[in-house]
C-alpha cells in the first residue's frame, strides 16, 4: 500500500525518508491515568482538523485503577487516518507508541500488532532501579523483535524531564508532539488546538503543555528518519468531529428534546455528561434519578405533560426500564429511549462493545408492546437519528428506542456540519381546548394513529391507565375492545414501514452472498466486501437502520442472492460445536429476527470479543462461505 | 395557580364549582372502604378551591387505591405499581403551572416503591402526597404490606408476620429536605379534609399518611380507633392543622406540638400507644428541586437554535 520514497522534507537540515500512505492505524498506549486517552482523541481531533479521514476507538482498562505496567491497565486510543473517509478501526496497527512494555501486550493479546508493526516503546524502563523490571524489559524486546515489529526504543521520560519533575503526567504531550511530526502536521493549527483545549487550566498548565509539545516534536524532526505522508482533502462543506455520545447530545438539543433523565451507567453516561454541561444553554434539564426505572419514569411524567423527553442507558438499565415501556407502548406516550449498548449478559463487559440488546429492545417488555427500534451506524447518524426519533415518537405515539453502542459511543469521526431548524425542535406544548368530542385513544380505524390531549387543555381531561382501556382511556376488560385496542397499536409499525423505502444494497444488486448488518459494524462490514470483491467474490452488504419495523424490501433483495446471513456483534451457536446442530442452534439476533420475518434461511457468523470486529475478521469468515457457494454453483452447473 | 388565585376566590367566574364537576367514573371500592372517605373530602375540597379541572393531574401507582385518579374529572395517570411519584416528579418537571396529587398504597410507597418515596421527599417539588394506608395489600387480596402489625396474618403469613411494621411517618422524618409530613384518619371527615387541604397549600411536596379502613381485610385494625377517639392523639398548634371547634371537641385526647420541632415529631411518630394525627413537621423555604429543573421552560426556539448553532460549532473542524 505505501510505497517507499525519498524525498526533501520541508526540515531541510534532517534528512528524513517520506513515506506516502493513504492510510495508517496509530495507537498510543499507556498504564491508566499517564494521559494516552487526551493525547490520542487530540491527535485525532488534529488529524480530522488537518483534513485526513478519521476514526477514533478508545482503549479503555479493564479495571478503574489497574496496578501500573499491568496489562489489564492499559488505556489508549486507537487512531485510524486516511486520505478518503475512514469507516472503522481497521485491522493491525502500522504505529504504536507505549509507555512501557507491559501495556503492549495487552494489544498483543488483542490481535491489535502485525509483524512490521512500528513500535516505538519508552525506553526508561531499561535504567530502572528494580532490577525485575529492567529484565522484564529486556526481555521484552527480545520477544518484540522476535515477533517481527519494528522496535525502537526512545527516551520519553528523559526528555519530559527537562520539561517538568513529573514526567509520567507529561509524557503524553511529548508524544503527541513526535506524532504530529511522524504525521507532519501543522504546528500552529496544533498549538491553538492545545491552547484551548487547556484553556480553563491557566496559561501556566499552557506553557507547560506547549514545551512538552515542542520538545517531542523537535527531538523526532532530529532523531527520527521516517515521516508518514497522508494526503489531506479539505472537504468542500464545513465539517465537525465528535464521539458518537457527543453527538447523541448534540442531536438531543437539535431535536428540541428538553429533559434528559438518566441514570448513570457505562458506556452510556458520557452522554449525559456532556449534556449536562451545555443542556442549559438551549434550556434543557439533566436530571439523575435514584435508579432507571425512575429516570424512565420521570421522562415518562415530562412527556406526558407535553414535554419532550430521552432517557439514556445501557442494558442493565434497559432491563429495568422494560416495564414502563410496555406502559409507554400500552399508553402511548411518545419517549425516546437511548440504549448505548455494552456486553452482556448482567453487568457482562462494562466498557466493551456488544450488539446483544436488540432482541430484548424488540420483545423486552411482558405482552405484546410493539415499538419502533432504530439503530445509528455511524456517529453522523447517532446526530440525526435522534431528531427522527422524536419525530417519529410523537408522530406515531409511543416509546422509540435507538440503539448505539460502546464503539459509536467513544469512537470519534468527522462529517458534515449539520444545520439545524426551527423545525427540527419540538413544537411549544399545545395549550388550546380540546374538542371534548373527541376521545384521548381517537383511533384512525385504518392506521391506528391518534391525537393525545395534553394536560392544561381544557375539555382534554382523561386518566392514562396501563389497564386495558377503550378509546375514552376507560378502563375495558371486553375482549373485543381489547383485540381492537391490540390492533390499533400495532397497526402504527405497519404503517411507518409502509412509508420506508427498502434499504440499498453496497455492490452488486444480485450475487452470491448478501451480508446484512445493524449498526456501528458498518464501515467494517463494507471495507470486508470491498476487498473480497477486489479479489473478484460475488458479495453484497446490507445495513439495516430500522429494526422495528423491519425495512420493506427484504425478501425481493434476498431472493437475488444464492445465501443471505448477517454479520453481527452478538452470541451465536457455532455450528460443529458439541450439541450444537441445525436444530439446537442459536442464532445472532438480527439473524432471528430476519428469519422469523422472512422466512429465509438466513445464516450468520457473529463474535463477542468486546471490540469492534476488524475488517480483516470479517474478510476471514466469510471466505470459506463464498468458496462454498462458489463449490456448489459449479456442481449445480455440471449437473444441470 | 392551584385554583387559589385570588381572582376566583373573589369573583367566581365560569369556572366549576359543584362535586358533579369533579366526579369521574362511580368510584367501585367495596362499601365501607375508606378510600371513599378520601375521595369525598378531595371532591369537595377542589370544588371549595374551584381547582382547574385542565390543570389538575391525579398520579397513582397500582392498587386498590391508586384506582383513585378514574374517580376524578381532571388530568389523571394511572401508572404501574410503586412508580407513582417519578412520574409526578417527571410532570412537575417542565410543568409548574401543573397542580400534582399523588395517591399511593402501603405496598405502593412502601414496599415496591420505597427508593421513589425516600428520594421524592428529598426532591421535595410541589405535590400533595396522600399515602392510604390500610395496613394490607388490598387488590392482591391481603398480602402482608411493609406497615402491616407484627404478627398480623395475611395470605402470605397466616401464622401472622415476622416482622414489626416501618412506620411511614418515622421513615419521612428521616429523610433530609422533608417539609411537610402529616398523619390523619379516614373516619374523621374534618380532620381528614383540613388535613388534605393545609397539604395542598403546602409549597413543597407535602406527604399525609391517612391510616385508612379496609373492611374487607383487615376491618379489626382500626376499628377500636374508630370505636375510641381515645387511641388518637390529635396535636395542635397554631402551626398545625386548624379545625373547628366543634369538630375538635370530639377528640378527647390533644397535645400541643409545634411542628417546626422535628426532634419533638419524630419523638410523637415512634409513639405506639396512640396514633397522633396533626401536623408532624412543616419546614417553610426548604429547597426545592422543581425550582431547578423548570430553568430553561421559557426559551424561544430561536434562542434554543442560536445556542444550539454555538455548541455545534465548538466540533467544527
Ligand atoms: C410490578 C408489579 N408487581 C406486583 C403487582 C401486583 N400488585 C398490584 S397492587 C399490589 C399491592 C397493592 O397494595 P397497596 O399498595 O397497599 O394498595 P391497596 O390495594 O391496599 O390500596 C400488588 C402487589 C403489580 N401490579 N405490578
Ligand atoms: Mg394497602
Known amino acids: 500500500m505505501s510505497k517507499e520514497l525519498a524525498v526533501a522534507s520541508g526540515f531541510s537540515e534532517h534528512r528524513c525518508i517520506l513515506l506516502p500512505v493513504d492510510q495508517h492505524i496509530v495507537e498510543i498506549v499507556s498504564d491508566s491515568g499517564e494521559g494516552a486517552q487526551t493525547c490520542g482523541q487530540m491527535f485525532g481531533a488534529l488529524c480530522a482538523k488537518s483534513g485526513f479521514g478519521v476514526w477514533t476507538v478508545e482503549i479503555i482498562p479493564a479495571e478503574i485503577e489497574p496496578p501500573a505496567r499491568s496489562r489489564a491497565g492499559a488505556s489508549g486510543n486507537r487512531i485510524r487516518i486516511g486520505s478518503q473517509p475512514v469507516t472503522n478501526a481497521g485491522d493491525c496497527a502500522d504505529l504504536v507508541v507505549a509507555f512501557n512494555e507491559q501495556v503492549v501486550y495487552s494489544r498483543i493479546d488483542a490481535g491489535a500488532l502485525r509483524a512490521g508493526t512500528l513500535l516505538f516503546l519508552d525506553n526508561c524502563w531499561a535504567s530502572d532501579p528494580d532490577p525485575s523490571i529492567r529484565s522484564m524489559y529486556a526481555e521484552a524486546v527480545e520477544d518484540f523483535l522476535r515477533r517481527g515489529y519494528e522496535v525502537s526504543e526512545i527516551p520519553v521520560q528523559e526528555q519530559c524531564r527537562q520539561y517538568t519533575e513529573d514526567p509520567r503526567r507529561g509524557k503524553n504531550m511529548w508524544v503527541l508532539g513526535m506524532l504530529c511530526a511522524l504525521y507532519d502536521l501543522d504546528m500552529d493549527l496544533v498549538r491553538r488546538e492545545l491552547a484551548q483545549r487547556f484553556a480553563r487550566k491557566g496559561d501556566a498548565v499552557i506553557q507547560k503543555n506547549l514545551a512538552l509539545l515542542e520538545g517531542g516534536h523537535n527531538w523526532t524532526v532530529k532523531q527520527v528518519e521516517r515521516r508518514f505522508h497522508v494526503p489531506a482533502r479539505k472537504p468542500a462543506q464545513p465539517m465537525v468531529v465528535m464521539n458518537g455520545n457527543q453527538a447523541l447530545g448534540l442531536g438531543i438539543m437539535a431535536a428540541g428534546i428538553e429533559l434528559c433523565s438518566m441514570y448513570p451507567i457505562t458506556p452510556a453516561t458520557s452522554a449525559s455528561h456532556f449534556l449536562a454541561s451545555v443542556f442549559e444553554q438551549v434550556g434543557g434539564f439533566v436530571h439523575q434519578a435514584e435508579d432507571e426505572i425512575a429516570a424512565i419514569g420521570f421522562a415518562i411524567g415530562a412527556s406526558y405533560a407535553g414535554k419532550t423527553a430521552v432517557t439514556i442507558t445501557s442494558g442493565p438499565g434497559l432491563a429495568l426500564k422494560t416495564e414502563f415501556l410496555g406502559l409507554a407502548v400500552m399508553a402511548e406516550i411518545p419517549l425516546v429511549v437511548v440504549v448505548v449498548q455494552r456486553g452482556g449478559p448482567s453487568t457482562g463487559l462494562p466498557t466493551k462493545i456488544e450488539q446483544g440488546d436488540l432482541l430484548a429492545s424488540l420483545y423486552g417488555s411482558p405482552g405484546d408492546s410493539p415499538k419502533i427500534v432504530l439503530a445509528p451506524a455511524t456517529i453522523e447518524e447517532c446526530f440525526h437519528f435522534m431528531v427522527l426519533a422524536r419525530k417519529l415518537a410523537e408522530e406515531f405515539r409511543g416509546p422509540v428506542i435507538v440503539l448505539s453502542d460502546a464503539n459509536l459511543a467513544t469512537g470519534q469521526q468527522p462529517f458534515p456540519r449539520p444545520s439545524p431548524s426551527l423545525s427540527w425542535l419540538a413544537p411549544p406544548v399545545d395549550q388550546n381546548d380540546w374538542n371534548p368530542d373527541v376521545p384521548p385513544f381517537a383511533w384512525d380505524p385504518k392506521t391506528g394513529l391518534s391525537k393525545r390531549p395534553v394536560p392544561g387543555q381544557k375539555g382534554g381531561e382523561y386518566v392514562l391507565t396501563g389497564l386495558a382501556h377503550d378509546e375514552h382511556s376507560h378502563v375495558a376488560y371486553e375482549s373485543a375492545i381489547n383485540q381492537r385496542a391490540m390492533e390499533m397499536r400495532s397497526r402504527k409499525l405497519a404503517v411507518l414501514r409502509s412509508a420506508l423505502r427498502p434499504p440499498a444494497v453496497h455492490g452488486d444488486a444480485e450475487g452470491d452472498l448478501l451480508v446484512v448488518g445493524w449498526g456501528s459494524t458498518l464501515g467494517a462490514i463494507e471495507e470486508a466486501v470491498d476487498r473480497l470483491r477486489a479479489e473478484g467474490w460475488r458479495v453484497s452488504s446490507l445495513h439495516l437502520r430500522f429494526l422495528s419495523p423491519l425495512e420493506p424490501g427484504l425478501p425481493e433483495i434476498f431472493a437475488r442472492f444464492r445465501r443471505v446471513m448477517t454479520v453481527e456483534i452478538n452470541y451465536s451457536d457455532t455450528p460443529g460445536q458439541p450439541y450444537i446442530e441445525e436444530g439446537s442452534r442459536r442464532y445472532a439476533q438480527l439473524a432471528t429476527l430476519l428469519r422469523a420475518q422472512t422466512l429465509v434461511d438466513v445464516d450468520c457468523w457473529s463474535r463477542v470479543p468486546g471490540s469492534p470486529l476488524p475488517p480483516g475478521a470479517i474478510v476471514e469468515a466469510l471466505r470459506p462461505r463464498l468458496e462454498a457457494i462458489t463449490r456448489n454453483r459449479e456442481v449445480e452447473s455440471c449437473t444441470a | ?317
Open chain 2, 1 to 317: 395557580m392551584y385554583g387559589l388565585n385570588l381572582d376566583w376566590e373573589i369573583e367566581p367566574g365560569p369556572r366549576t364549582c359543584t362535586l358533579e364537576d369533579y366526579k369521574g367514573a362511580e368510584a367501585r371500592w367495596c362499601p365501607g372502604c375508606g378510600d371513599h372517605a378520601v375521595l369525598n373530602a378531595v371532591h369537595r375540597l377542589a370544588r371549595d378551591e374551584r381547582w382547574p379541572t385542565e390543570r389538575t393531574v391525579v398520579v397513582s401507582g397500582i392498587g386498590c387505591s391508586s384506582r383513585f385518579p378514574h374517580y376524578m374529572s381532571t388530568y389523571g395517570f394511572h401508572g404501574l405499581h410503586g412508580r407513582a411519584l417519578p412520574v409526578a416528579c417527571g410532570i412537575r418537571s417542565r410543568r409548574p403551572d401543573l397542580d400534582v396529587i399523588v395517591i399511593t398504597g402501603d405496598g405502593d410507597c412502601c414496599a415496591i416503591g420505597t427508593a421513589h418515596w425516600i428520594h421524592a421527599i428529598r426532591y421535595n417539588m410541589n405535590l400533595t402526597v396522600l399515602l392510604l394506608d390500610n395496613n394490607i395489600y388490598g387488590l392482591t387480596k391481603s398480602q402482608t404490606s411493609p406497615t402491616t402489625r407484627f404478627g398480623e396474618k395475611s395470605n402470605t403469613h397466616p401464622k401472622g408476620s415476622f416482622f414489626a411494621s416501618l412506620n411511614p411517618i418515622s421513615v419521612t422524618l428521616g429523610i433530609p429536605n422533608a417539609s411537610f409530613v402529616a398523619q390523619t384518619i379516614d373516619w374523621n371527615p374534618p380532620h381528614l379534609y383540613a388535613t388534605i387541604k393545609a397539604a395542598h397549600r403546602h409549597q413543597g411536596t407535602s406527604f399525609v399518611r391517612i391510616l385508612q379502613r379496609c373492611p374487607h381485610f383487615t376491618p379489626h385494625v382500626f376499628a377500636p380507633a374508630q370505636q375510641d377517639l381515645n387511641q388518637v392523639l390529635l396535636m395542635t398548634h397554631a402551626e398545625g392543622i386548624q379545625l373547628e371547634e366543634p369538630a375538635r371537641k370530639l377528640f378527647p385526647n390533644c397535645v400541643e406540638h409545634d411542628p417546626r420541632d422535628l426532634a419533638a415529631a419524630r419523638r410523637l411518630a415512634d409513639r405506639e400507644d396512640v396514633y397522633p394525627v396533626g401536623l408532624f413537621y412543616r419546614k417553610e423555604g426548604a429547597l426545592r428541586y422543581d425550582e431547578h429543573t423548570a430553568t430553561g421552560i421559557d426559551f424561544t426556539p430561536q434562542q434554543k437554535l442560536d445556542a444550539l448553532n454555538r455548541i455545534l460549532d465548538r466540533f467544527r473542524i
